[in-house]
């Protein structure tokens, strides 16, 4: 609890309950304030007018004045200081260099993409990278950094990668290739298979900005639909067919496969008792970004199949 004197001098607010939002105000008035206070920009016109009079009363009085006046010039004294050391500090600061920032960010977000690329995937990107990432460190950077993107796997998980993790696992008739998208895959398997290799299943909006691409397109590859792109529309009994290799079904960021093929898991939950696939499969049209199912968690299913996310740690 402080007690701000009337004055005329910028304050800054951190407000607990409002995730330590800052407010600069005037005080114009008494005022009691109960809120954490940094002093952001020092005393205004006002307040150095104030603390000339009190300067020179001081000395008038051989330092004899009120208590109240003398808490007073203390705390217009160090309002004064702070403000001196912050004008110096903007003063002797260096201009950053427009060119060398930019280098520093293309550097930053090379990172975040070998970040991904070590393991085997893709970095998307969620949010603008800025100047001020450059100075973030330790948990700050952390938590930003899971605001800028995360990592994808480029395909589907295939058969032989999933065998690797479950010796036991039966393809599906139609994924007869080792290096067909894996089926028939429960959603527990999925997700245990992603945590086996320091992985997790992507959540709904991952997915869904993985698909779009940072165009934001209706499907996968663009906002029109084309029924050879992909593996859609298909009879049963075509099946699927090996993760990537149909090289147009494609978004440009370096995934495939998301349109169609077979349907993916995703950690989502969409009615109680549910979990959410995503992207359809090679007998579903027109498969939009957009477009899911929720179904049983338990089931097993010769066109479900899955593929990993991941957050990223830079060391």
Known sequence: RLEIPAGGYNLEISRNNYDNHRQKIEVTANAVIEQKITLLYGISDAGEKELLELRSLNEERQGRIPRKKQRRLKMLEKMKERQEKRQNRMANAKAPNAEEVTSKLNELKEK????????????????????????????????????????????EVTVVEFKSFFPSFTASGYSFADDFPATRITFEQAAGFCEHNGKRLCRREEWTRACKGAKGNKYFYGNEYEPKRCRTGLKLADGPVAGGSLKDCTNGDGLFDMSGNVWEWTDDVYYPGTKGVRGGSWVDKATACEYLGAVDPALQDDTFGFRCCSDYRLE
């Open 112 to 155: 975040y993409r070998q970040a991904c690329l070590e393991k085997k995937m893709v970095f998307i990107q969620t949010k603008e990278i800025t100047e001020n990432d450059l100075t973030l460190t330790g948990k700050e950077r952390n938590e930003a950094e899971q605001r800028r993107g995360f990592c994808i796997d480029p395909q």
